[in-house]
């Protein structure tokens, strides 16, 4: 008797553990990819977007992404690095990279692909081959769009002053090395001086207000964007003047001041190129498709729209604030509850 019902506890404790075993399969199954987004800096309202732009994507791809982790390094290559490395430990199926620095992050992405995690970077890369897929905006081209603009709006001479991101970054000095690659064509413009104001307006601001008392008699202002250019027009309003040419980016703050300015100032323009806050999402659905076994091209270019005074209404935002930026995915009512928050 003993031993039938020791026998049977052993037939049921086996059937359990292979109803649960299953269940964990299946559940895993339905639950989908663990993702991870390393972010080097939250520094920007433009990095913000992204990071919701990411969030949205994974909710959009509920039937495929269980969890979007988010890691924020605060600027440090060294905490961005552990951060990964934090990432490959939970085993996670998939890394989307924004480097703090091109050529530091490659061992530890080495590691995640020599651990069988998909790996994908965007907005600033990291150099190397050894990597799932890049998505790509052209830096360079973007720069020079911006460089041969302001080029033509000077009649090809000009003392300029040039406002990059932050330094060491990829974006930051593949923009001005695709504005330089214009500039050095033509030796009767001159950069005077060169700005890392880190895409901050507060930074950028006091930057201008300090160069206008070195340099009153500027011609034109070569800008990477963020929200540097709605810094250095405003500083240029404050002392009522009208600015000279300057380049810009899709922020909705500098988008705005464009079209005030040229009622105040008539003739004045600009231009704006984009870099979209949604290129986090294109990476998470390149990791998908990896993740399913679908073949992904090594480099995924976005295109990017080049904003003139033609097409300025198209992508004005009146009704939201100036860090909103304009190129975005986002739908209406996820924006106001971002800027709710």
Not at 44 to 73: C, F, G, P
Not at 150 to 174: C, H, P, Q, Y
Not at 216 to 230: D, F, L, T
Request: glycine residues 8%; contains cysteine.
């Amino acid at each position: 008797m003993i031993k039938r019902l020791f026998i049977g506890l052993i037939l049921i404790l086996a059937i359990t553990s292979l109803l649960v075993a299953g269940g964990q399969g299946g559940g895993a199954e339905k639950e989908g990819y663990v993702i991870g987004l390393s972010n080097f800096s939250l520094g920007n309202s433009w990095r913000v977007q992204m990071v919701e732009e990411a969030k949205y994507a994974a909710e959009q791809h509920a039937d495929l992404v269980a969890e979007l982790i988010v890691t924020e390094a605060e600027g440090s290559v060294e905490k961005q690095i552990s951060d990964i490395e934090d990432l490959i430990a939970k085993k996670v199926d998939a890394i989307l990279i924004t480097a703090a620095n091109p050529k530091a992050l490659v061992p530890v992405v080495d590691k995640a692909m020599n651990a069988g995690v998909v790996v994908v970077d965007f907005d600033n890369l990291v150099y190397t081959d050894n990597i799932t897929a890049h998505v790509i905006v052209d830096q360079k081209e973007f720069g020079r769009v911006q460089g041969e603009w302001l080029v033509k709006a000077l009649n090809g001479k000009g003392d300029i002053i040039a406002f990059n991101g932050i330094k060491g970054t990829a974006i930051s000095a593949e923009r001005f090395e695709g504005a330089k690659s214009v500039f050095d064509k033509y030796p009767n413009i001159k950069i005077v001086q060169e700005v890392y104001a880190e895409w901050d307006y507060a930074k950028a601001k006091r930057a201008m207000e300090n160069l206008l008392a070195a340099y009153p008699k500027i011609h034109g202002v070569w800008s990477q964007g963020g929200a540097m250019s709605e810094a250095v027009v405003e500083a240029y309003l404050e002392r009522n003047e009208c600015p000279p040419p300057v380049t810009g980016e899709d922020g909705n703050g500098f988008l705005k001041i464009w079209k005030e300015v040229q009622n105040t100032c008539p003739g004045w323009d600009s231009i704006a190129t984009s870099m979209p806050t949604w290129c986090s999402a294109k990476a998470m659905e390149v990791a998908l498709d990896a993740l399913q076994g679908k073949k992904v091209s090594k480099e995924v270019f976005i295109p990017i729209p080049t904003i003139t005074s033609k097409t300025l209404d198209n992508y004005v935002k009146p009704d939201l604030p100036d860090s909103f930026w304009c190129n975005s995915q986002l739908p209406e009512d996820r924006v106001k509850k971002m800027f709710e928050r």
